[in-house]
């Protein structure tokens, strides 16, 4: 089966116009144009397959809007070549829109002064969603987004956490085959979280949805996704999946055993001792170590009172990932 989205050497230029300082600047600036270039999306390449739920993470201006906004046909590359469901979103946007859905951070679909369930009558009507699957998917939303208190509420009465489910049911109420959603975690409780993540994971999951998730939240790509896709300042630094990148950029484990007695010369086959305080002992293990061997190896040694496994996460990676990429551009500055 073909990818159902396809990226090929894709880029996105910005230019800006150089403003300078100070009345004499702003009459230069008048007569004599100078532009800035800068670039949102540098070269990248890409597929994704049907059915697929991939994080795409990088920090604040990496290119992971830019690139929603190319996927979904809002923007013209600058050069390369998308194919979204057999579609070239800049030259085919409306016959897109009827398979995709999205959301975008702050940007609303939802008629602001409308109550909730006539935003959703007229998503209805623009899509031309049958009847039947109309209630039917409202039905299935408020099972697990809680939709059913909010139908009659203005959006604008709407808390953040009560508007991004509400924005995801109207991302969702067409049934899309594919949907990107930019950031849908962003502000929301504890609470609101675990309704979005389940709704995710259960259109993912039973209806069969691809989903580009981009998010700056370790933790809901870890718990939500296979693979991710990582871009840093336009360039994509790495595709593969969540258990991948830990083993390739964080090959050690931890183990942290308490001890019934303070042992200063502690040691272990395998294992590296890291840390000694008290009663605590942390020792650092390749992840091909088997660490039952190593627990079964202590207790022969010591008495243990408690231990604990703590595995690196996904937050700790990335951060080094960024880190030895910053360095590697100084160097190759200099």
Not at 291 to 305: F, G, H, M
Request: charge should be negative; hydrophobic fraction near 35%; charged fraction near 25%.
């Amino acid at each position: 089966m073909p990818p159902i989205i396809t990226v090929t050497n894709l880029s996105k230029e910005y230019r800006t116009v150089k403003r300078h300082s100070g009345i004499g600047g702003s009459i230069r600036t008048l007569f004599t144009r100078e532009y800035v270039t800068t670039q949102a999306v540098d070269d990248v390449n890409l597929t994704i397959q049907r059915g697929e739920l991939i994080g795409y993470i990088g920090q604040n201006g990496a290119g992971k809007s830019t690139t929603f906004k190319m996927l979904t046909g809002v923007l013209l590359p600058t050069t390369g070549h998308i194919e979204v469901d057999g579609l070239i979103p800049f030259k085919q946007r409306q016959k897109l829109a009827y398979r995709i859905g999205s959301v975008f951070g702050q940007r609303s679909q939802l008629w602001w002064d409308l109550p909730l369930k006539e935003s959703m009558e007229i998503l209805k009507t623009i899509y031309r969603i049958p009847t039947e699957i109309y209630k039917q998917n409202l039905a299935e939303f408020d099972e697990i987004l809680g939709l059913g208190e909010l139908l009659e509420k203005p959006v604008r009465q709407l808390s953040l956490g009560q508007r991004m489910r509400s924005e995801l049911a109207a991302a969702f109420l067409h049934n899309p085959e594919i949907a990107f959603l930019d950031e849908p975690l962003l502000g929301l409780d504890v609470v609101a979280k675990e309704h979005v993540r389940q709704f995710i994971s259960e259109s993912n999951r039973r209806r069969g949805i691809t989903i580009v998730l981009a998010s700056n939240d370790m933790a809901d790509v870890e718990r939500l996704c296979q693979r991710m896709l990582l871009i840093d300042k336009g360039h994509l630094l790495y595709d593969g999946t969540v258990d991948a990148i830990k083993h390739e950029y964080a090959p050690y484990r931890t183990l942290i055993v308490h001890t019934a007695e303070t042992y200063t010369d502690a040691w272990v086959e395998n294992a590296e001792l890291v840390e000694s305080e008290g009663t605590q002992l942390k020792f650092r293990f390749l992840r091909s170590i088997n660490p039952q061997q190593l627990i079964a190896n202590l207790s022969t040694r010591y008495e243990i009172t408690d231990l604990l496994i703590e595995e690196p996460t996904l937050e700790d990676v990335i951060r080094g990932m960024y880190e030895e990429t910053n360095k590697q551009r100084k160097e190759q500055g200099r």
